[in-house]
Every structure is written in C-alpha cells, then in structure tokens.
C-alpha cells in the first residue's frame, strides 16, 4: 500500500542533522519491508503553535509502499527516535 508521512524535526537538529535523521527514517521504512518512492525535505519552517516550547522545525515529507502489517512495526520505531517532534502518516490513493 502506499502512504506519505510528514514529519517534523527538532529545530535544534540544524539543517544536516534534520537531513541525517531523514535518511535514518527511510532506512527504518526499507527495514520493515518497505520501498522510499519520493522524498520532500522543505527545510525550516514556522510552526502553527508551540509544541514542547519550539516554534520552528525541519519539516519532511516521504512518500513510500509498505505492507499494511507492518506499519505498527513502523511507527513503534518511529516513536523511538529522538529529535523527531511530530509525524503523521497517511494513506495515498
């Protein structure tokens, strides 16, 4: 199936440390079986609100395919990463 995910990066990161973490997480989506179709980093930016007392991030945008039973596996790895703010992942059509 294929989805995207966007996430943010800790702004304390820096521009290549937020690049370093992005590829570290299309390296956890090849782990669980999955295959990186496109890759969207933005750069910072201004977040809408405040989320632990930072008001900018790195934001990224992936796009990949990934069996549906593997993404809990996914984001349980996911949510082990540090300088990872937010991500949300959602079904492509």
């Known amino acids: 199936m294929k989805y995207e995910i ?3 990066y800790k ?4 521009d290549q440390g ?5 590829s570290k997480l299309q390296e956890i989506i090849t ?3 999955g295959k990186v179709l496109d890759q969207n980093f933005w750069g910072k930016r201004k977040l809408s609100y405040e989320i632990k007392h930072d008001t900018e991030g790195y ?3 992936i796009v990949f395919e990934l ?3 593997a993404v809990t596996k996914f984001k349980g790895k996911l949510n082990l990463l540090s ?3 937010r991500y949300l992942v ?4």
């Open 67 to 69: 069996e549906p039973s």
């Open 90 to 93: 959602t079904v492509q059509k």
């Open 18 to 22: 937020s690049k370093d973490l992005s």
């Open 83 to 85: 300088g990872l703010v």
């Open 59 to 61: 934001f990224d945008v």
């Open 11 to 14: 702004v304390t990161l820096g």
């Open 6 to 8: 966007m996430t943010i």
């Open 31 to 33: 782990s669980c079986g």
